[in-house]
Protein backbone atom coordinates (compact mmCIF):
# COMPACT_ATOMS: atom_id res chain seq x y z
CA UNK A 1 0.00 0.00 0.00
CA UNK A 2 1.30 3.29 -0.82
CA UNK A 3 1.42 6.60 1.05
CA UNK A 4 -0.35 9.08 -0.63
CA UNK A 5 0.89 11.18 1.90
CA UNK A 6 4.78 11.25 0.34
CA UNK A 7 3.86 13.55 -3.09
CA UNK A 8 2.40 16.14 -0.94
CA UNK A 9 5.74 15.82 1.57
CA UNK A 10 8.05 15.54 -0.92
CA UNK A 11 6.45 19.34 -2.50
CA UNK A 12 6.32 20.58 0.89
CA UNK A 13 10.03 20.17 0.91
CA UNK A 14 10.81 21.53 -2.75
CA UNK A 15 8.62 24.63 -1.35
CA UNK A 16 10.99 24.96 1.28
CA UNK A 17 14.04 24.56 -0.09
CA UNK A 18 13.04 27.35 -3.03
CA UNK A 19 12.55 29.79 0.02
CA UNK A 20 15.58 28.85 1.69
CA UNK A 21 17.47 29.70 -1.19
CA UNK A 22 15.45 32.77 -2.41
CA UNK A 23 16.18 34.44 1.14
CA UNK A 24 20.07 33.04 1.04
CA UNK A 25 20.45 34.74 -2.37
CA UNK A 26 18.79 38.09 -0.54
CA UNK A 27 20.75 38.00 2.12
CA UNK A 28 24.23 37.61 0.50
CA UNK A 29 23.06 40.11 -2.24
CA UNK A 30 22.43 42.50 0.62
CA UNK A 31 25.61 41.84 2.48
CA UNK A 32 27.61 42.21 -0.29
CA UNK A 33 25.80 45.79 -1.15
CA UNK A 34 26.89 46.57 2.41
CA UNK A 35 30.88 45.70 1.62
CA UNK A 36 30.51 47.31 -1.46
CA UNK A 37 29.08 50.54 0.16
CA UNK A 38 31.76 50.52 3.16
CA UNK A 39 34.39 50.69 0.07
CA UNK A 40 32.71 53.90 -1.22
CA UNK A 41 32.86 55.23 2.26
CA UNK A 42 36.37 54.57 2.90
CA UNK A 43 37.40 55.90 -0.77
CA UNK A 44 35.35 58.92 0.18
CA UNK A 45 36.44 59.78 3.49
CA UNK A 46 39.93 59.39 2.32
CA UNK A 47 39.39 61.99 -0.45
CA UNK A 48 37.48 64.21 1.85
CA UNK A 49 40.57 64.49 4.07
CA UNK A 50 43.44 64.62 1.61
CA UNK A 51 41.07 67.69 -0.08
CA UNK A 52 41.09 69.64 3.07
CA UNK A 53 44.62 69.06 3.90
CA UNK A 54 45.21 70.22 0.50
CA UNK A 55 45.93 73.66 -0.02
CA UNK A 56 42.94 75.81 -1.94
CA UNK A 57 43.02 76.34 -5.31
CA UNK A 58 41.48 79.10 -7.41
CA UNK A 59 37.46 78.75 -7.75
CA UNK A 60 36.67 77.02 -11.30
CA UNK A 61 34.20 77.85 -13.62
CA UNK A 62 32.56 74.48 -13.34
CA UNK A 63 33.08 71.46 -11.14
CA UNK A 64 31.41 68.08 -10.68
CA UNK A 65 30.81 65.25 -8.25
CA UNK A 66 33.90 64.55 -8.43
CA UNK A 67 35.34 67.55 -7.50
CA UNK A 68 33.47 68.16 -4.33
CA UNK A 69 34.91 69.14 -0.61
CA UNK A 70 38.00 70.73 -3.07
CA UNK A 71 39.30 73.65 -0.98
CA UNK A 72 38.97 76.49 -3.44
CA UNK A 73 39.29 80.32 -3.17
CA UNK A 74 37.85 83.01 -4.92
CA UNK A 75 37.96 87.19 -4.56
CA UNK A 76 35.38 89.27 -6.02
CA UNK A 77 32.62 91.41 -4.54
CA UNK A 78 29.04 90.27 -2.89
CA UNK A 79 26.16 90.97 -4.28
CA UNK A 80 24.43 91.16 -0.58
CA UNK A 81 20.77 92.71 -2.58
CA UNK A 82 20.85 89.29 -4.27
CA UNK A 83 20.87 86.84 -0.97
CA UNK A 84 18.75 83.90 0.02
CA UNK A 85 18.52 82.20 3.31
CA UNK A 86 18.59 78.57 3.48
CA UNK A 87 16.35 76.95 6.29
CA UNK A 88 18.96 74.76 8.91
CA UNK A 89 19.60 73.32 11.50
CA UNK A 90 23.08 73.11 13.15
CA UNK A 91 25.06 72.63 16.39
CA UNK A 92 23.80 76.25 16.99
CA UNK A 93 20.41 75.27 16.90
CA UNK A 94 17.69 76.29 13.94
CA UNK A 95 18.23 79.00 11.69
CA UNK A 96 19.32 79.77 8.20
CA UNK A 97 22.33 79.62 5.59
CA UNK A 98 23.05 82.99 4.03
CA UNK A 99 23.93 82.45 0.53
CA UNK A 100 25.27 85.35 -1.12
CA UNK A 101 26.12 85.77 -5.29
CA UNK A 102 29.85 86.54 -5.16
CA UNK A 103 30.64 88.33 -8.71
CA UNK A 104 34.34 87.06 -9.75
CA UNK A 105 36.08 88.81 -12.63
CA UNK A 106 35.16 86.14 -14.81
CA UNK A 107 32.13 84.51 -13.50
CA UNK A 108 29.46 84.60 -10.91
CA UNK A 109 29.16 81.79 -8.07
CA UNK A 110 26.89 81.25 -4.78
CA UNK A 111 28.82 81.18 -1.83
CA UNK A 112 27.19 79.72 1.87
CA UNK A 113 29.01 82.40 3.88
CA UNK A 114 27.67 80.52 7.08
CA UNK A 115 24.90 80.24 9.47
CA UNK A 116 22.63 82.12 11.32
CA UNK A 117 19.51 82.25 13.88
CA UNK A 118 17.54 85.00 12.48
CA UNK A 119 16.71 86.73 9.05
CA UNK A 120 18.30 90.05 10.15
CA UNK A 121 21.55 91.35 12.25
CA UNK A 122 24.60 89.75 9.62
CA UNK A 123 27.06 91.07 8.43
CA UNK A 124 27.45 92.58 4.94
CA UNK A 125 30.99 93.10 4.04
CA UNK A 126 31.67 96.17 1.03
CA UNK A 127 34.26 96.23 -1.20
CA UNK A 128 36.44 93.05 -2.75
CA UNK A 129 37.26 90.40 -0.62
CA UNK A 130 38.35 86.75 -0.44
CA UNK A 131 36.86 84.10 0.63
CA UNK A 132 38.08 80.55 1.26
CA UNK A 133 35.83 77.40 1.43
CA UNK A 134 35.04 73.42 0.23
CA UNK A 135 33.05 73.29 -3.17
CA UNK A 136 29.37 71.71 -2.84
CA UNK A 137 27.05 70.79 -5.29
CA UNK A 138 24.04 72.03 -5.72
CA UNK A 139 20.74 70.49 -4.11
CA UNK A 140 17.82 70.77 -6.55
CA UNK A 141 15.53 67.92 -5.02
CA UNK A 142 14.34 70.49 -1.69
CA UNK A 143 14.54 69.98 1.83
CA UNK A 144 13.25 69.51 5.13
CA UNK A 145 10.17 67.40 3.37
CA UNK A 146 8.81 70.38 1.95
CA UNK A 147 10.00 71.94 -2.01
CA UNK A 148 11.47 75.48 -2.32
CA UNK A 149 9.23 78.17 -2.95
CA UNK A 150 10.99 80.93 -5.17
CA UNK A 151 7.97 83.12 -5.38
CA UNK A 152 7.77 83.36 -1.74
CA UNK A 153 11.41 83.77 -1.34
CA UNK A 154 11.68 80.27 1.09
CA UNK A 155 14.47 77.87 0.78
CA UNK A 156 14.97 74.71 2.32
CA UNK A 157 17.90 73.94 -0.20
CA UNK A 158 20.61 75.21 -1.52
CA UNK A 159 19.55 74.73 -5.52
CA UNK A 160 21.70 77.20 -7.19
CA UNK A 161 19.91 76.74 -10.71
CA UNK A 162 16.57 78.05 -8.67
CA UNK A 163 18.63 80.82 -6.62
CA UNK A 164 20.05 82.25 -10.06
CA UNK A 165 16.97 81.96 -11.90
CA UNK A 166 14.90 83.05 -8.94
CA UNK A 167 17.31 86.03 -8.13
CA UNK A 168 17.56 87.01 -12.20
CA UNK A 169 22.05 85.92 -12.10
CA UNK A 170 21.95 84.11 -15.57
CA UNK A 171 24.77 81.64 -15.76
CA UNK A 172 26.58 80.94 -12.72
CA UNK A 173 28.94 78.36 -11.53
CA UNK A 174 26.79 75.08 -11.26
CA UNK A 175 28.65 74.41 -7.34
CA UNK A 176 28.25 76.57 -4.47
CA UNK A 177 31.32 76.52 -1.69
CA UNK A 178 30.88 76.64 1.86
CA UNK A 179 32.95 79.31 3.27
CA UNK A 180 35.71 78.64 6.29
CA UNK A 181 37.61 80.56 8.08
CA UNK A 182 36.93 82.87 11.37
CA UNK A 183 33.36 84.29 11.52
CA UNK A 184 33.38 88.02 10.99
CA UNK A 185 31.82 90.26 13.91
CA UNK A 186 27.84 89.94 13.57
CA UNK A 187 28.31 86.63 11.57
CA UNK A 188 27.40 84.41 9.54
CA UNK A 189 29.31 81.32 11.23
CA UNK A 190 31.02 79.93 8.30
CA UNK A 191 32.99 76.51 8.52
CA UNK A 192 30.05 74.48 9.66
CA UNK A 193 30.47 71.78 6.62
CA UNK A 194 29.61 68.42 7.51
CA UNK A 195 32.52 66.40 6.56
CA UNK A 196 32.47 63.31 8.90
CA UNK A 197 30.35 60.69 7.73
CA UNK A 198 28.88 57.78 9.41
CA UNK A 199 30.34 54.05 8.42
CA UNK A 200 28.27 51.13 9.98
CA UNK A 201 28.11 49.10 6.34
CA UNK A 202 30.44 46.43 7.58
CA UNK A 203 28.12 45.48 10.51
CA UNK A 204 25.68 46.00 8.74
CA UNK A 205 27.17 43.38 6.31
CA UNK A 206 27.81 40.99 9.04
CA UNK A 207 23.87 41.20 9.79
CA UNK A 208 23.05 39.73 6.40
CA UNK A 209 25.63 37.77 6.02
CA UNK A 210 24.05 35.77 9.47
CA UNK A 211 21.25 35.78 8.30
CA UNK A 212 22.04 34.02 5.03
CA UNK A 213 23.97 31.73 7.29
CA UNK A 214 20.48 31.04 9.35
CA UNK A 215 18.50 30.60 6.63
CA UNK A 216 20.31 28.06 5.16
CA UNK A 217 20.73 26.55 8.71
CA UNK A 218 16.86 26.87 9.30
CA UNK A 219 16.05 25.46 5.48
CA UNK A 220 18.17 22.20 5.73
CA UNK A 221 16.62 21.39 9.34
CA UNK A 222 13.29 22.04 8.70
CA UNK A 223 13.63 19.73 5.41
CA UNK A 224 15.21 17.39 7.31
CA UNK A 225 11.85 17.22 9.96
CA UNK A 226 9.75 16.99 6.62
CA UNK A 227 11.70 13.52 5.79
CA UNK A 228 10.47 12.36 9.19
Known sequence: MTDKGEPARGSGRFVLAVLGVAL?????????????????????????????????IP???SAGADDIYTRVFATGRFLHERTVLTQAVTVHGPGFWVVTPLQTSNFILLVNRGFVPSRTGFSRPAGIVRITGLIRMSEPKGGFLRNNDPVADRWYSRDVDA??????????????????????PGGPIPGL??????????????TWYTLALMSVLGTVIAIRRGRR
Open 193 to 206: TQTTFPNSHLSYAL
Open 59 to 61: APR
Open 24 to 56: VALFLALGTWQVQRRAWKLDLIAKVEARQRAAP
Open 163 to 184: IAAAKGLGAVAPYFIDASGPAA
